[in-house]
């Protein structure tokens, strides 16, 4: 279970450091993917922009309800999954707190811009599904 722990810490610590590094940068890799320096005060995809306070209590809601639901779960698979998810809005919520905003980077240019945590949070999503479709089968 330790080994879990220290996955979620350096998810969370890749993301920090990943989004210090791109700070006010953008760097062109090729014509269709680049790392530019964007921010964000709404929700997925831009959405709702300009409610940093409702997404910073969304977020923390959401980030309690998961990790007691860590916590209380004995299935290391499913665990997997949930540690992303935390990881993933641990990592946004720094931001919100921190800057106001959310710090994105990743941009394939035919796609919406993201970071590590937007990554992580889709992780989790997908291994949660899969891992719970696979339970419940058994």
Do not use: H, P
Not at 3 to 20: A, N, S, V
Not at 114 to 127: E, K, S
């Amino acid at each position: 279970m330790k080994k879990i722990y220290f996955l979620g810490f350096i998810l969370i610590i890749l993301d920090q450091i990943t989004k210090f590094l791109i700070r006010d940068k953008s760097i062109e890799i090729t014509n269709f993917f680049s790392l530019e320096y964007v921010t964000n005060t709404g929700s997925l995809f831009g959405l709702f922009k300009g409610n940093n306070l409702v997404f910073i209590l969304i977020g923390l809601i959401i980030l309690i309800l998961i990790t007691v639901w860590f916590i209380r779960e004995k299935n290391n698979k499913l665990n997997l999954g949930l540690i992303f998810l935390i990881s993933g809005i641990a990592g946004n919520l720094i931001d919100r707190i921190i800057y106001g905003n959310v710090i994105d980077f990743i941009n394939f240019k035919f796609w919406y811009v993201f970071n590590f945590a937007d990554v992580y949070i889709l992780a989790g999503i997908f291994l949660v599904i899969y891992t719970s479709r696979k339970i419940t089968r058994t």
